[in-house]
């Protein structure tokens, strides 16, 4: 009797290190079953079809310096793993991807604005994993979505706030990370870390433009995971069903009307057409020419 007890107590002990060894994580229904994964793309694919998507991996190159406290995770390479996993979804659901980057290589800030802006692209999406603030703060965790400039700034673009909105939504749930404490719904203005200024990959980009901070690369538990290509994966699906979904909801269009441009006495008039699918508020439509409206 006396043996077993002892038996039992080392299984125990084993039992208990080997399971804090373990890293949990949960795999999205869909990912489970690549037949789930292509009903989920047909059903999307009419909405993102044809769409370009710019996809920005943050750093890379001469810019490695990003990194867990553990070693495990760099930021450069998870940022690009992501993006490459995007892509992919992306492509298969019909859309034209382009890439700032798609491999370890330098690649400058103002650089990859000029890149998108030449693209003519529909969306600008930079992806990073954020850091805290105090080094040494291995516990902050969340996920966070940016836009650029505040409700109150000339620069601020509500289709943006609205794309950070379904993209933080679905990254957050795919992740299992919640948004952080500092927004309701994990969404942030740039302005919140550079106040008056944002960010420059967000300020530069002239086209619809947010960036993601998927996780804390620094966090104790979040960093083991981040160094899982399977996870990473999981972070991709998550933007992605984020993307189908904003376009799903539709996106209103404006066009120039071209039936008749004249000019009097110096006044240019110019007519715009706005189209959506769901329909608009005309009461809601504000039209500003070098910021007067």
């Not at 080392?10 to 079953?33: H, M, Q, V, W």
């Not at 980009?205 to 993601?212: M, N």
């Not at 715009?272 to 699918?277: A, I, K």
Request: charged residues 25%; proline residues 4%; aromatic residues 12%.
């Amino acid at each position: 009797m006396k043996y077993l007890i002892l038996l039992l107590l080392t299984g125990l002990i084993f039992a208990g290190c080997s399971a804090s060894e373990r890293i949990y994580y949960d795999i999205p229904i869909e990912l489970k079953n690549p037949e789930a994964v292509h009903e989920f793309i047909s059903k999307y694919s009419p909405y993102i079809s044809a769409k370009k998507i710019f996809l920005d991996p943050g750093h890379g190159g001469e810019d490695r310096k990003n990194k867990g406290y553990q070693g495990l995770a760099v930021e450069a390479d998870i940022n690009l793993r992501v993006a490459l996993y995007l892509r992919d979804f992306l492509q298969k659901a019909g859309a034209v991807v382009v890439m700032s980057r798609a491999s370890d290589e330098t690649v400058g800030l103002k650089d990859r604005s000029i890149m998108a802006n030449e693209s003519r692209a529909d969306l600008f999406i930079s992806i990073h994993h954020n850091a805290p603030s105090n080094d040494g703060d291995d516990y902050t965790n969340y996920t966070s979505t940016y836009y650029h400039a505040t409700v109150s700034d000339y620069e601020y673009e509500p289709c943006e706030h609205d794309l950070a909105r379904y993209v933080e939504r679905d990254l957050s749930y795919a992740m299992r990370n919640s948004g952080g404490p500092g927004s309701f719904d994990g969404t942030y203005s740039d302005y919140s870390i550079y106040p008056g200024e944002g960010f420059s990959v967000l300020r530069e980009t002239q086209i619809p433009a947010i960036l993601v901070e998927c996780g804390f690369h620094t966090h104790h538990l979040e960093e083991r995971l981040l160094a899982i290509d399977e996870f990473n994966k999981i972070e991709a699906w998550g933007i992605f069903r984020g993307l189908c979904r904003y376009f799903k909801a539709g996106i209103p269009g404006v066009a120039p009307l071209f039936s008749d441009t004249t000019f009097k006495s110096g006044d240019i008039n110019i007519q715009f057409g706005v189209q959506d699918s769901l329909g608009i508020d005309t009461a809601s439509i504000i039209a500003e020419f070098d910021s007067i409206k």
